[in-house]
């Protein structure tokens, strides 16, 4: 049974840092393309960072510069790690994965993805 389950979420104020981490099972985290999305009350799900198996990688511009997506393998667990956050980086943050193939990037949209966790709330004061 495939599985995705994150942790690391937590409070900070404005200018903390946090890793989120998403442990699969199921999957690998090799898997063709492992993303994390957020959701804020009241907006639309968003890209926010993606890793290919080949290891590459690709960012919203919101996050460029102060996220860090990774893997490891050995693990089977991705990684966020968030630095500088800002309260607009408030939101519900979730792990995905897509095991086919095709594009790897920020724009893939939530519903091509065939494994998803339940989220792990990260939320910055100012």
């Known amino acids: 049974q495939v599985q995705l389950v994150e942790s690391g979420g937590g409070s900070v104020q404005a200018g903390g840092s946090l890793r989120l981490s998403c442990a699969a099972s199921g999957y690998t985290a090799n898997t063709h393309c492992m993303a994390w999305f957020r959701q804020a009350p009241g907006k639309a799900r968003e890209g926010v960072a993606t890793?290919?198996?080949?290891?590459?990688?690709t960012y919203a511009d919101s996050v460029k510069g102060r996220f860090t997506i990774s893997k490891d393998n050995a693990k089977n667990t991705v990684y966020l790690q968030m630095n500088s956050l800002k309260p607009e980086d408030t939101a519900m943050y979730y792990c995905a994965a897509y095991a086919g193939a095709g594009v790897c990037t920020v724009y893939r949209t939530w519903g091509t993805y065939q494994g998803w966790g339940q989220g792990t709330q990260v939320t910055v004061s100012s």
């Open positions: 890793i290919k198996d080949d290891g590459s990688t």
